[in-house]
């Protein structure tokens, strides 16, 4: 009997994990038995009425230099795997055209522990004349925050994003959103404005006063207060003689001013004007009054830096005294140009990202445990915002952070020591 439980409960849980969501963006590496390299690597995956489908992202740095491959992918479940297989590239930078007819095909399993959802297995190519198989193994995890990866800013500046059903949710659902939030502005501006309108229709009017106060004189005098009634006709001679004071005002012709330079200015316009030498003089030369050519101020870098939001992307530990830092474009090259400033200090100016590096090494004082770096954009590029990928290399450690900023947000990342 207790045999017949657990297996009940096994069944139960593996139909649970057959079932599961697996949309979304999946994050992690590739192992090639080949090279014995590790390779990032990014599944987006999408289902509609029933199907899957979706796209991967690969890529690496060589000599600086980031390559990257983005394929439409065929995916379907079978016998409790997730099968992942290449349908074509579409967009990649490598500088060796890739080999035709080559497929890569994953076989992974969906396992979750403590909550976090993983996808792991091997992958294989398929053989042909000219080249053998490749073979290597992936780990995957799941992640929420899909704007902070490698794909989905490519699928976005390719114009392909909505083609993952959870971008194209989370993207209305942004949409409603600022509408709810444009909406209520809008009611508040509108309620003020009545308040205003109330305001104006119940402040006091001077003539209704005076008409008011005519109307409790003409009363009184019918009682016979004939002192208020002396105190009105005063009152009546006073204000017809500041109207006929204000009508001689109004009617007295202002005369303009004008300041000394256009006093001077209408003088010479007046007077004669002598022949010149020019005309005295047929062989005097004209001297031409020498003109420099108007050049625009240069901007000054990071202009508006206190004006914009700050949004912290990601928090790093370090333990040297010192950090690489490497800059790259994060999707597609596309004009983007950042300016980084280190606490508060500008560290590297209007630098137009690519899939070159940028860089930079920062040494930290051994009393300095934190830093902020905040990364301003200049420029959107052709297709906004302006995303973009720090490598961060801590003696043999390696990270990358993905940040994304735009004219009203800047993107911070912070680095924290971290105490042995």
Known sequence: MPGRYFLFFLLLFSTKLHAQDITGLWKGRLYNDSTKMYYKYEIGISEEKGKLSGFSHTWFILNDTQYFGIKEVKIKRKDGKIIVEDDKLISNNYPVAPAKHIRQLNVLTLTVEDSIMKLTGPFATNRTKEWAPLTGHIELQRKNDFWNSSLVPHLAELKLENKLIFVKQEKEKQQFLAKVELRKKEELESLAFNQKKIEAVYAPNPA???????????????????????????????????????????????????????????????TKQEPSAIGQNPSAQIKKKETKPLTAPATQAAAQLKERALEIQQTVSFTSDSLRLSLYDNGEVDGDTVTVVMNGQIFIAKAGLSTTAINKTIYIPKEQDTLQLVMYAETLGHIPPNTGLLVIRDGKEMYEVRFSGDLKKNAAIIFKREKK
């Open 208 to 270: 209704e006063e005076m008409e008011t106060n005519e109307k409790v004189l003409s009363i009184e005098k019918n009682t016979g207060k004939k002192e208020l009634i002396e105190k009105q006709t005063t009152t009546t001679k006073e204000i017809a003689q500041l109207k006929a004071k204000k009508i001689k005002i109004n009617t007295e012709k202002i005369k303009p001013v004008l300041p000394e330079e256009n006093k001077e200015i209408a003088l010479s316009e007046t």
